[in-house]
């Protein structure tokens, strides 16, 4: 679970992982989350890098659940969050999952949708939602090139299900920062599979959705 961003879209405030949502962090709804979903044994965390042990210390009651919980330093990007986290992956584990912290009310369902998946054969799975709004192509001065057809597009959310040796040599294979690990394993010709994504599993990244979030709960 990378966790070490800045949050700088949600504004000033800390990393966004550590941001109050109805006065609990956002990683702390995300682990729990997680850990509800039955395949989960193993949960590794990317944390900022001075906020290691206070994450410990925040994620220990959650530990108490079948579910372990590992923290280490993320980097300084996303894509090195994620592989410094799944180098802590103990060997056991044959089935990775990556998950953002900041898709803080993901169903433990969701979870085990795309575990199941992967387990069910595909090296590669992603959660998707049809995309709602009409797009365009714009040039730099604004004006429209054209619409997209908006059939073939998908939003693409976490978690992304890998089979491990899948996602590590993806990432070995990486070269430039990528926003989501499915378009590492692309890049070395992995077929991807997608799962029907849920709205819940909405990505806190601006203080509107932080507030839908806030609705969500309450
Ligand atoms: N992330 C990470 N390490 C980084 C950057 C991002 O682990 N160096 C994590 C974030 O903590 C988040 C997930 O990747 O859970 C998705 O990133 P994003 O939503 O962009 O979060 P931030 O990078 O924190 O936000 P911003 O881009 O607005 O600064
Ligand atoms: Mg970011």
Do not use: N, W, Y
């Amino acid at each position: 679970m990378p966790a070490a961003g800045m949050g700088v879209r949600l504004g000033p405030g800390g990393p966004k992982a550590l941001r109050l949502l109805r006065g609990e962090p956002l990683l702390v709804h995300a682990v729990r989350r997680v850990a509800a979903a039955p395949s989960v044994g193993c949960i590794v965390v990317a944390a900022p890098p001075d906020a290691v042990s206070d994450v410990e210390a925040l994620l220990a009651p959650i530990t108490s659940g079948p579910a372990g919980v590992v923290v280490v330093a993320g980097g300084a990007t996303r894509q090195a969050s994620v592989a410094l986290a799944l180098a802590a992956v103990p060997a056991s584990f044959d089935i990775v999952l990556v998950h953002d912290a900041a898709r803080a009310l993901t169903p433990p369902g969701l979870v085990e949708d795309v575990a199941s998946a992967v387990r069910g054969g595909h090296g590669a799975v992603i959660p998707v939602l049809p995309v709602v709004d009409t797009i365009k192509r714009v040039d730099s001065s604004g004006a429209v090139l054209g619409t997209v057809d908006r059939s073939s597009l998908r939003a693409v959310q976490t978690p992304q299900g890998f089979r491990r040796d899948v996602l590590a040599k993806a990432h070995e294979a990486a070269v430039d920062d990528h926003t989501d690990d499915a378009g590492l394993a692309e890049r070395i010709g992995v077929a991807v599979h997608t799962v029907a994504g849920a709205e819940a599993a909405l990505k806190i990244t601006r203080p509107f959705d932080l507030a839908i979030a806030e609705l969500l709960l309450s």
